[in-house]
């Protein structure tokens, strides 16, 4: 009887509102249309940045900015009573120097990594290697920056029994440092990616482990790899703290991996501050930012490129 | 099979109309000039050899094809005298067709819930006959005296047979007006397979069925007229006692209930 | 035959064994120094650490005293960059994992996340003084460094909330509309309930981040040093991460055991989350839900 009863009362609910658009219709409109803001947010606010940073530069750029100078003159000299300079040269010499010595050092380095955890390692031993790398990576800059400062500088003076070891040595160690264990991850994503049907075709033919890793692991996952190699480079170019920390921080043309240098990245972080809003110090500072934010999109977009590439079935 | 045709009860109404349907997945045709009509407490049996469009033409009638990327379907299909295409409420029309597909689908919530979904999506609220709606679906999925000591474990972990009996009760629990059932048996032994073929033929009293089987003996068991589905066409629809005594239309449909091929 | 067959085997057994074992030094090597710098962090710096540490203000011009001021503006900085973030993150990752459709927007919003998350942190530092300390007229203040610092970590919180939703599998989806349920029902009922721990373990891991920030808030919210707390959202407030760089930099005849007490801190407080994320991670996949 009561089972009857729900029934029918359920039914006869049903026939009242047959086609109609109800709450749960309009709930879920809402709430699509709620989340859609929360996806183009994302667009938003990368427009937002290169608009807002655009506008504070803008200044400078049309009035002051001078190609031959900014990529041709390595003084920076924005403070400078009687006439300023500025030359970026130095200081795209100086993170393009720091972010090579970096890759130098971390690539091999986090390939290696990558290859042992994803191909070698087993079980606890993968998981453990797994859960330091994404420890490392979660150290903030500003201790990095520190370490460089205050153990690393000493370590450099001593060994090589120079009087300053705030260099691209330092700042290319710690920055290696930051960058493996993201690089590291992605490459290991990109090899773990790789069919295993592919690996156990090699292996039923006879090839050893590494003869599979070197022929048909490696080759099939080189657009993740490069993604990898490419994203480290990104954040290397993009770091901020650290690399203002452990270079020396002087506008400087190196000639050796000893000479200290000064970053892109750094010189706003150093020079912001200082600066009165609205001044031609202040623009070019944005237009700094501004040439950052294009170089790290096209190295992003490139890195997204490469990626896409994998997806597309090309492993 | 002589008391088939006497057991034969439906009114003779057109539940569901199918005209010039045509499927489509990117641009792969699935199914082509599909015409059929489907009465209202009908058994509708739909035989026919894998990748024969069976189960796309159960999901456009449930008008999956919105949920589908990719999925394009042309044509008319009419349910309960009006257009699916024109329906603006498409989670009400939903709800008022239950579907179960081969593969079971425990939903990762308690046995309860599973069953209790539907009808709280419905509104129903109150507890009591939350339990009494729960309890009548699982009876009649023929679950409910292996589960009822654990309605609150997950049903996603039970068996692959309670499972698809699960998928069968959540589906009852919509108090569907018509019920499309996909291979329900392919992961149920033989015995509750004949259980919940009995609860189908209570079940045809009430609502309209159409069952897709690999089981050409249980399209005979259980469906009135039976179509015959090969490589994205419909080659037949007939009788289902003229199907299995060799009275088809097609050649074709004979040697696939011959199990010639298939 | 069998004979060069063997040697030939030996030779690429022994190769094999050699390459396992450079690989396994180079990771050894990555690993390893980090290790051994935090001994080092820790040699130098557990003598700063006491419980007057945590509760005092720095003083002598921030040569003595503690991180009182720093610790409780870093909470206020990532408390309020949460509020922003996580529901504007989370809101992202269910309209890519759940609505969006495959068409060039969609991608474009990928593209956008992606740049988001490769963009300088200094960059973000000048788009939070042009955007919310002038243009919306916060002046340098919690709310200013707080929204920089949540758009920054926004795509943490998208990436790790869409990985969640995405580890649902979709058949579960599909038995839930196939009964009628619309999309947000599904999400409320079946997909959501599923994936919330690894939400919040996506979310712990944006807290981390953001503790560690530094140079976003540098010039949008953070101060070099206040003697007192932060009233409201429209004062500026001291942070952890940018004490850090002060003492270590900017201030002459700091005691060398202070700034490697912060040092260790900030990298104890990063840890300490990263860990249990990853902890609860790993108890999240030996409970099998199905």
């Known amino acids: 009887m009561i089972m009857n009863n729900i029934t029918s009362a359920d039914n006869n609910r049903r026939r009242a509102s047959a086609d109609r658009r109800n709450m749960d219709w309009y709930l879920d409109l809402l709430v699509r249309f709620l989340v859609f803001i929360g996806g183009i947010s994302a667009i938003i606010f990368i427009l937002g940045i290169f608009v807002f940073i655009t506008s504070q530069g803008i200044g400078f750029l049309l009035?002051?900015?001078?190609?031959?100078?900014?990529?041709?003159?390595?003084?920076?000299?924005?403070?400078?009573?009687?006439?300023?300079?500025?030359?970026?040269?130095?200081?795209?010499?100086?993170?393009?120097?720091?972010?090579?010595?970096?890759?130098?050092?971390?690539?091999?380095?986090?390939?290696?990594?990558?290859?042992?955890?994803?191909?070698?390692?087993?079980?606890?031993?993968?998981?453990?290697?797994?859960?330091?790398?994404?420890?490392?990576?979660?150290?903030?800059?500003?201790?990095?920056?520190?370490?460089?400062?205050?153990?690393?500088?000493?370590?450099?003076?001593?060994?090589?029994?120079?009087?300053?070891?705030?260099?691209?040595?330092?700042?290319?160690?710690?920055?290696?440092?930051?960058?493996?264990?993201?690089?590291?991850?992605?490459a290991e994503d990109a090899l773990k990616a790789v069919p295993d049907t592919y690996r156990e075709a090699a292996e039923a033919m006879g090839a050893t482990r590494w003869q599979v890793i070197s022929r048909v692991t490696l080759p099939s996952a080189k657009n993740g790899l490069m993604a990898a190699v490419l994203l480290g480079v990104g954040r290397g170019f993009g770091e901020t703290m650290a690399v203002l920390m452990a270079s020396g921080h002087s506008v400087n043309l190196p000639t050796s991996p000893f000479d200290s240098v000064r970053a892109?990245?750094?010189?706003?972080?150093?020079?912001?501050?200082?600066?009165?809003?609205?001044?031609?110090?202040?623009?070019?500072?944005?237009?700094?930012?501004?040439?950052?934010?294009?170089?790290?999109?096209i190295i992003n977009l490139t890195a997204d490129i490469v990626v896409r590439g994998i997806r597309k079935g090309n492993i | 099979m002589v008391d088939h045709a006497q057991n034969r009860q439906?009114?003779?109404?057109?539940?569901?109309?199918?005209?010039?349907?045509?499927?489509?997945?990117?641009?792969?045709?699935?199914?082509?000039?599909?015409?059929?009509?489907?009465?209202?407490?009908?058994?509708?049996?739909?035989?026919?050899?894998?990748?024969?469009?069976?189960?796309?033409?159960?999901?456009?009638?449930?008008?999956?094809?919105?949920?589908?990327?990719?999925?394009?379907v042309t044509g008319d299909i009419i349910f309960s005298g009006k257009r699916l295409q024109a329906w603006k409420n498409l989670y009400a029309l939903r709800q008022r067709i239950g579907v179960v597909f081969p593969l079971p689908v425990g939903l990762p919530l308690s046995v309860f819930d599973n069953v209790a979904l539907s009808p709280r999506l419905r509104g129903i609220?109150?507890?009591?006959?939350?339990?009494?709606?729960?309890?009548?679906?699982?009876?009649?999925?023929?679950?409910?005296?292996?589960?009822?000591?654990?309605?609150?474990?997950?049903?996603?972990?039970?068996?692959?047979?309670?499972?698809?009996?699960?998928?069968?009760?959540?589906?009852?629990?919509?108090?569907?007006?018509?019920?499309?059932?996909?291979?329900?048996?392919?992961?149920?032994?033989?015995?509750?397979?004949?259980?919940?073929?009995?609860?189908?033929?209570?079940?045809?009293?009430?609502?309209?069925?159409?069952?897709?089987?690999?089981?050409?003996?249980?399209?005979?068991?259980?469906?009135?007229?039976?179509?015959?589905?090969?490589?994205?066409?419909?080659?037949?629809?007939?009788?289902?006692?003229?199907?299995?005594?060799?009275?088809?239309?097609?050649?074709?449909?004979?040697?696939y209930v011959e199990g010639r091929f298939g | 035959m069998t004979f060069e067959a063997t040697e030939l085997n030996i030779r690429n057994k022994k190769?094999?064994?050699?390459?396992?074992?450079?690989?396994?030094?180079?990771?050894?090597?990555?690993?390893?120094?980090?290790?051994?710098?935090?001994?080092?962090?820790?040699?130098?710096?557990?003598e700063a650490l006491s419980v007057d540490f945590f509760l005092t203000a720095p003083q002598?011009?921030?040569?003595?005293?503690?991180?009182?001021?720093?610790?409780?503006?870093?909470?206020?900085?990532?408390?309020?960059?949460?509020?922003?973030?996580?529901?504007?993150?989370?809101?992202?990752?269910?309209?890519?994992?759940?609505?969006?459709?495959d068409n060039w927007l969609t991608r474009i919003i990928?593209?956008?996340?992606?740049?988001?998350?490769?963009?300088?942190?200094?960059?973000?530092?000048?788009?939070g003084v042009g955007a919310f300390v002038l243009f919306f007229g916060f002046g340098t203040s919690i709310l200013a460094a707080s929204f920089t610092l949540a758009i920054?970590?926004?795509?943490?919180?998208?990436?790790?909330?869409?990985?969640?939703?995405?580890?649902?599998?979709?058949?579960?989806?599909?038995?839930?509309?196939?009964?009628?349920?619309?999309?947000?029902?599904?999400i409320r009922h079946v997909v959501l309930p599923n994936s919330i721990s690894g939400i919040l373990t996506g979310i712990i891991l944006e807290v981390s981040r953001s503790v560690g920030e530094t140079a976003p808030i540098m010039f949008t919210g953070a101060a070099f040093f206040l003697p007192f707390l932060p009233q409201s959202v429209f004062d500026q407030t001291m942070a952890l991460s940018l004490h850090l760089f002060v003492i270590s930099t900017q201030v002459p005849g700091v005691p060398e055991h202070l700034p490697f007490g912060v040092a260790l801190v900030l990298i104890g407080i990063v840890l300490l989350l990263n860990s249990i994320s990853i902890a609860f991670r790993m108890y999240l996949r030996g409970k099998k839900k199905w």
């Open chain 3, 15 to 46: 190769m094999e064994k050699l390459f396992r074992i450079l690989f396994l030094m180079m990771t050894l090597l990555l690993i390893l120094p980090v290790l051994i710098i935090i001994c080092l962090l820790l040699a130098e710096g557990h």
């Open chain 1, 264 to 297: 892109l990245t750094a010189t706003i972080a150093a020079e912001l501050g200082e600066t009165a809003q609205g001044s031609e110090h202040y623009q070019a500072l944005f237009t700094l930012g501004i040439f950052l934010f294009i170089v790290t999109f």
């Open chain 3, 152 to 186: 920054m970590t926004l795509p943490v919180v998208i990436v790790s909330t869409r990985e969640s939703l995405q580890a649902v599998p979709l058949a579960f989806r599909e038995a839930c509309w196939n009964m009628g349920a619309t999309r947000w029902q599904t």
């Open chain 1, 63 to 186: 009035d002051r900015f001078d190609i031959a100078e900014f990529f041709g003159s390595p003084l920076w000299r924005p403070t400078s009573e009687e006439h300023p300079t500025y030359g970026a040269l130095a200081l795209i010499v100086g993170t393009a120097s720091i972010t090579g010595f970096a890759m130098l050092v971390s690539v091999p380095f986090s390939l290696g990594a990558a290859i042992y955890i994803a191909e070698f390692a087993q079980g606890k031993v993968r998981e453990t290697l797994k859960v330091l790398v994404e420890l490392l990576a979660a150290i903030p800059s500003v201790v990095w920056g520190f370490i460089g400062l205050s153990i690393m500088n000493p370590f450099i003076i001593k060994l090589f029994n120079i009087p300053v070891g705030l260099n691209i040595l330092n700042a290319g160690i710690i920055l290696g440092l930051m960058a493996a264990p993201i690089m590291a991850t992605i």
């Open chain 2, 125 to 255: 609220r109150n507890q009591a006959d939350l339990q009494v709606i729960v309890e009548r679906c699982l009876r009649r999925a023929a679950l409910w005296d292996e589960v009822k000591d654990r309605l609150h474990s997950l049903g996603s972990l039970l068996s692959g047979g309670q499972q698809q009996r699960l998928t069968i009760a959540r589906a009852l629990s919509q108090e569907p007006e018509l019920l499309l059932l996909d291979e329900f048996s392919i992961a149920v032994d033989p015995v509750t397979t004949m259980r919940i073929e009995d609860v189908l033929k209570e079940l045809r009293h009430e609502l309209t069925i159409v069952l897709v089987t690999n089981l050409v003996q249980q399209a005979r068991r259980l469906a009135d007229r039976t179509a015959f589905f090969l490589k994205g066409e419909c080659v037949e629809i007939n009788e289902t006692e003229k199907i299995f005594t060799r009275q088809a239309k097609d050649p074709r449909t004979m040697d």
């Open chain 3, 110 to 127: 990928n593209l956008a996340i992606v740049n988001l998350a490769g963009v300088p942190s200094i960059v973000h530092a000048l788009f």
């Open chain 3, 60 to 101: 002598n011009g921030m040569t003595a005293g503690g991180i009182f001021p720093a610790l409780v503006g870093t909470l206020w900085l990532v408390a309020i960059a949460l509020l922003v973030s996580v529901p504007l993150g989370v809101a992202a990752a269910l309209y890519l994992s759940e609505y969006a459709p």
């Open chain 2, 10 to 72: 439906t009114t003779g109404v057109p539940k569901i109309i199918v005209k010039d349907l045509m499927i489509l997945y990117g641009n792969k045709t699935i199914l082509r000039d599909v015409n059929l009509e489907i009465k209202e407490n009908e058994i509708f049996g739909i035989i026919g050899p894998a990748n024969s469009g069976k189960t796309s033409l159960l999901r456009a009638l449930n008008r999956m094809d919105d949920m589908t990327a990719g999925m394009k």
